[in-house]
């Protein structure tokens, strides 16, 4: 995965206020994709909010994704192949708490 292009979609999210946003790479550990980025937002808005900067910054960069749940539902899943975006609402995060499950990946500073 290009560092460059993740660190754009990172900045095009948190421009958006996503909150603790943390980038994985599970390269090592899984066949699934190379990278788990997990963030949260305050509400149904400023997650949809997120998805659609989401959006936007994987088809600037041309790379195709699909995106499973909603805002609505708390937790929206874009799967870019190499990147797999999990957008939360924070009660969603700390239930199912993937950083915890996937605490064998490496922790990636942009």
């Given at each position: 995965?290009?560092?460059?292009?993740?660190?754009?979609?990172?900045?095009?999210?948190?421009?958006?206020?996503?909150?603790?946003?943390?980038?994985?790479?599970?390269?090592?550990?899984?066949?699934?994709?190379?990278?788990?980025?997990?963030?949260?937002?305050?509400?149904?808005?400023?997650?949809?909010?997120?998805?659609?900067a989401a959006h936007e910054a994987f088809?600037?960069?041309?790379?195709?994704?699909?995106?499973?749940?909603?805002?609505?539902?708390?937790?929206?899943?874009?799967?870019?192949?190499?990147?797999?975006?999990?957008?939360?609402?924070?009660?969603?995060?700390?239930?199912?708490?993937?950083?915890r499950i996937w605490k064998d990946g490496?922790?990636?500073?942009?």
């Amino acid at each position: 995965m290009n560092k460059e292009v993740l660190k754009r979609i990172v900045n095009a999210i948190e421009d958006k206020k996503a909150e603790r946003v943390k980038v994985l790479d599970i390269s090592l550990i899984s066949v699934m994709a190379d990278v788990f980025v997990i963030t949260s937002g305050s509400n149904t808005s400023q997650l949809e909010a997120i998805t659609d900067a989401a959006h936007e910054a994987f088809t600037k960069e041309g790379i195709d994704f699909k995106t499973e749940g909603d805002a609505a539902s708390g937790w929206v899943l874009i799967d870019a192949g190499d990147i797999i975006l999990h957008i939360f609402s924070r009660e969603a995060r700390d239930f199912y708490d993937l950083e915890r499950i996937w605490k064998d990946g490496a922790v990636i500073e942009l």
